[in-house]
């Protein structure tokens, strides 16, 4: 959210992680809005482009060299306009144009998008070894939390593998941990 030039970051749970993401937080409130309010993901950038919530970790931790950058997936609010109830594809021309005007340093960038060949595109981004996309329907207004209208489809990588032992959690029929092996 940025306000005034003010500018906070919450989680999905809604915790405040501005303190921890100075740098994001400065590229945000140097963009051309009085207020706006993004959904995006802070994520920790790999030389070859990828992401790694590993390495966002180890960044957090003190000992990380990625480099940090803002993913801009949607704008919801901009000067006063609760742009939340537009269409997708609306809320991301605006958002595009907004962060395009912004100055060069990098950080926030803008998340776009693909439209049609959903799965030709979710084979691409496995092949590149990616977590996987979130298919969204463009010609809905913005719903909080998980709804009908995105679907995340994830990269599933298979391993065949042999049970080898495991112990159980007392009195109850859960486990506590499994002894894997491949052949």
Do not use: M
Not at 5 to 17: E, K, Y
């Amino acid at each position: 959210r940025v306000d005034g030039g003010r500018v906070t970051l919450f989680s999905r749970a809604g915790n405040d992680w501005t303190a921890s993401f100075p740098e994001v937080r400065a590229a945000l409130a140097a963009l051309p809005v009085r207020q706006a309010f993004f959904d995006g993901e802070v994520a920790a950038l790999l030389p070859d482009g990828r992401t790694s919530f590993q390495a966002l970790q180890k960044w957090l931790a003190g000992g990380g060299t990625a480099e940090l950058v803002y993913w801009a997936f949607d704008l919801l609010h901009l000067d006063g306009e609760d742009v939340g109830r537009r269409p997708l594809e609306e809320r991301k021309t605006r958002l595009e144009a907004l962060l395009r005007s912004a100055p060069g340093n990098g950080i926030v960038r803008y998340a776009s998008h693909v439209v049609g060949g959903g799965r030709r595109f979710l084979a691409a981004a496995c092949a590149r070894g990616l977590e996987g996309i979130v298919s969204k329907r463009r010609d809905r207004c913005y719903e909080p939390g998980r709804s009908g209208g995105w679907t995340k489809s994830k990269c599933l990588q298979r391993q065949p593998l042999v049970i080898g032992g495991f112990t159980d959690t007392a009195g109850t029929t859960t486990l506590a941990a499994l002894l894997l092996g491949v052949h």
